[in-house]
């Protein structure tokens, strides 16, 4: 789970409103060679249930039939298989699962070894993944765009078991 020091949070405009929601689970693994401040692989899984949007209503709709589906895909996942370090920022280029879609993604982040923090943002394409492209009552518009952001307080331990879990 997201240590209490970590934030994760996404943003997507709703008939002009912003909604901003939350991540409240993540699990990951980090690897990097011999501990260099260079990480080489990052795999990252996130119970689709653990979106929110703040509200009972919303969270329903976020995680029913239209949107995340958590009953039939209970997991996101990201699998790098690449890694660029340029100045003070790497970019991680790999799989970006959701709701049984995947693509290619790059997602640019800051870590910082010494503190064991990594931060992101970025945006997805939540049509590019099959999120919300249905008729929902009430609303007119939803942005495709949805902005992403996170600051992780890496901590030691394995949770590749959860993420085997989501592989399956």
Same mark, same amino acid.
């Given at each position: 789970p997201v240590p209490a020091q970590s934030a994760m949070r996404f943003v997507v405009r709703v008939d002009g409103q912003t909604v901003a929601g939350q991540i409240a689970q993540i699990y990951g693994v980090l690897t990097w060679p011999d501990r260099h401040d260079r990480p080489s692989h990052i795999r990252l899984c996130v119970p689709?249930?653990?979106?929110? /949007?703040?509200?009972? =209503?919303?969270?329903?709709?976020?995680?029913?039939?239209?949107?995340?589906? *958590?009953? %039939?895909?209970p997991w996101i996942t990201f699998d790098s298989h690449l890694i /660029?370090?340029?100045? =003070?920022?790497?970019?991680?280029?790999?799989?970006?699962?959701?709701?049984? *879609?995947? %693509?290619d993604v790059t997602i640019p982040f800051v870590f910082m070894p010494k503190t064991r923090r990594l931060t992101a943002q970025f945006s997805v394409s939540r049509t590019a993944f099959g999120v919300g492209e249905g008729k929902v009552e009430g609303i007119s518009h939803i942005d495709d765009e949805v902005r992403l952001s996170f600051e992780l307080a890496m901590t030691e331990?394995?949770?590749?078991?959860?993420?085997?879990?989501?592989?399956k």
């Amino acid at each position: 789970p997201v240590p209490a020091q970590s934030a994760m949070r996404f943003v997507v405009r709703v008939d002009g409103q912003t909604v901003a929601g939350q991540i409240a689970q993540i699990y990951g693994v980090l690897t990097w060679p011999d501990r260099h401040d260079r990480p080489s692989h990052i795999r990252l899984c996130v119970p689709s249930a653990s979106l929110s /949007v703040g509200s009972a =209503d919303g969270d329903r709709l976020l995680q029913g039939s239209n949107f995340m589906a *958590v009953d %039939r895909w209970p997991w996101i996942t990201f699998d790098s298989h690449l890694i /660029v370090h340029k100045q =003070d920022q790497f970019w991680a280029t790999g799989q970006l699962h959701i709701r049984g *879609v995947t %693509r290619d993604v790059t997602i640019p982040f800051v870590f910082m070894p010494k503190t064991r923090r990594l931060t992101a943002q970025f945006s997805v394409s939540r049509t590019a993944f099959g999120v919300g492209e249905g008729k929902v009552e009430g609303i007119s518009h939803i942005d495709d765009e949805v902005r992403l952001s996170f600051e992780l307080a890496m901590t030691e331990g394995d949770t590749s078991a959860e993420c085997a879990v989501a592989s399956k």
